[in-house]
């Protein structure tokens, strides 16, 4: 079984309470649980980790390598200006899956750009909290 990692970055643990318009009423624990279900139904070991601290999410980043064989990172507002977050993933040859529940490109013009997407495998972006379910799709082609 494929070891997957999930890191969810700041304010991701608000959503269901937060701006609900974009980010829809499901609570963040629900979302978890789908995801973990998921994961399990399509022969996936599921770990994930949220932080609302840059510097601990690059820690855990640290922890891949002989750990993990793939990570989901949906880094919230740090996709677009964390170069640390970026140097971090960049360290490892396993593929980093890149998400968003929204559709960053048509939202607020800072979101449209991410340091993150060239060191990843890819973005998807803008299905919710389908986009974790999908990513794990494209897993199953890399790893």
């Known amino acids: 079984m494929k070891k997957v990692l999930v890191i969810l970055g700041p ?20 979302i978890n649980k789908d995801i973990k279900s ?3 139904n399509n022969d996936f070991e599921c770990e994930i980790f949220q932080s609302n601290h840059e510097g601990d999410l ?30 971090a ?5 396993i593929p980093f899956i890149e998400v968003h529940m929204s559709n960053i490109h048509a939202r607020e013009e800072f979101r449209h750009t991410s340091v993150i997407s060239p060191v990843c495998k890819g973005q998807i972006c803008g299905f ?16």
Do not use: P, W
Not at 58 to 81: E, M, P
């Open 11 to 30: 304010n991701l643990n608000m959503v269901g309470i937060r701006e609900k318009n974009v980010y829809g009423t499901q609570t963040s624990e629900s």
């Open 38 to 40: 998921y994961a399990e």
């Open 58 to 87: 690059i820690d855990k980043i640290h922890t891949v390598q002989g750990n993990y064989d793939a990570v989901i990172i949906n880094a919230g507002a740090l996709t677009h200006y964390s170069y640390a977050l970026r140097d």
């Open 89 to 93: 993933i960049a360290c490892f040859d």
């Open 128 to 143: 919710g909290k389908n986009v974790y379910m999908l990513a794990f799709n494209a897993l199953k082609e890399l790893i």
